[in-house]
């Protein structure tokens, strides 16, 4: 989910992310009544490239689609962006099943990858002659690749985690306010980050929570597990992982307590609580900080710090795939290639916040130097970096985007509306298997 993923979920990611990206969060607006305008020319004789987001992946906004449009003078960049990815994906696996309705350049979260690349595969272009394996974190280029070396997904950002939050809330409650001393108290444990929230609950502004939302606290817990909805059988495994269990419960204590929001991520709602300062702190992957920037009133610019997240992890990361039913399938392959290449994924960083999967970036100036003005003085660079590098490697299944917001979105959020925990689990497990099984 990026950010505006999901965002990526990409919340940029999106989430988007950003969506995240996570978080996640884009989409395909195309409703495949006008499949010849996918892919074509123009009035004045420019090839038109289509892209299909969810959320905000950020190449619009960091002006790259302006840049290779400027270097290839004869091409048209139109992007068309759905919000959250649960609306996006579905309509992208109905327009790649039926070999229409589809845009050039379609992106996918992470979350949906292991399907797209399982049962897609020969709907999409092989990108490996286009992107270099080279560029990209070995885990990153696999998950875009089917069992047989086709790589059909060529990968955009990662969500290594950190904690984003309220430097004038902190201490408007008595907290410390220093990223260092923060991530020592927190360090090692989410259960610990948790303490922390008790202790600011003692002191908190009226109308103020700890954390954002349930679905926020649940995927960073989750996102520091190497196993969580599929194991390397590739056999479902989220309702007898104890890490799973683990996850929920802790949240949904924290939400019992009244440490949370009783928002949805990427809803209206949620979006204002951002907005006017509602709660103190949030999960974040690099790709929320773009999205924070989107739904912050201008005057909450510095007043956001970054802190080491309790425990690595990634949350979000998405993917472009090139589908073969396009008529101009050679050049969204090389505009897939070139926005995902080192360079623009390091541009895209340090103006949106979108984490590269091209570890040759890492110790780049643009990258370890970067700042963002939400979140003033912050060495964003170095602490996603260090996340990065010590993140585990995730099992990804086919269906975690569905697991994943059935233990958010019909699960743990019914504890902020007088549900027990175990009332939550419960009507999460029902959610799931229902949906698994069509």
Known sequence: MRAIRTARHRAVVLATVAALGAGLLAGCADDGKDEDAASSGNS???TTITVGLFGTFGFKEAGLYDEYMKQNPDIQIKETVTERNENYYPALLSHLTQNSGLQDIQGVEVGN?????????????????????ADFLESKWAQGTTKDGKTVALGTDVGPMAICYRKDIFEQAGLPTDREELAKLWEGDWAKFIDVGRDFKKNAPKGVTFMDS????LNAVLSSETEKFYNAEGEVIYKTNPAVKDAFDLTADAASEGLIGKQVQFQPAWDTTIAKGKFAAMSCPPWMLGY???????????????????KAG????????VPKAGKNAEEAAKLAAWLTAPEQQATLFAKRGSFPSAPATYEGEQVRAAKNKMTGDAPIGEIFGDAAKTSPVQVIGPKDQIIQQG???????????????????????????????K
């Open 407 to 437: 233990l958010t979105d019909n699960g743990v959020i019914l504890v902020t509306k007088g549900k027990s925990a175990a009332q939550a689990w419960s009507n999460a497990i029902k959610t799931i298997d229902n949906n698994l099984e």
């Open 44 to 46: 004045d004789g420019k």
């Open 214 to 217: 349930p679905g926020g606290l």
């Open 314 to 321: 990634n949350w979000g990361g998405s993917f472009l795939a």
């Open 292 to 310: 924070i920037e989107s739904k912050s009133e201008a005057s909450s610019a510095g007043k956001w710090d970054v802190a080491k997240a309790p």
């Open 113 to 133: 990858i292991a399907e797209i690349t399982s049962t897609q595969a020969d709907k999409l272009v092989d990108l490996s002659k286009y992107g270099k394996k």
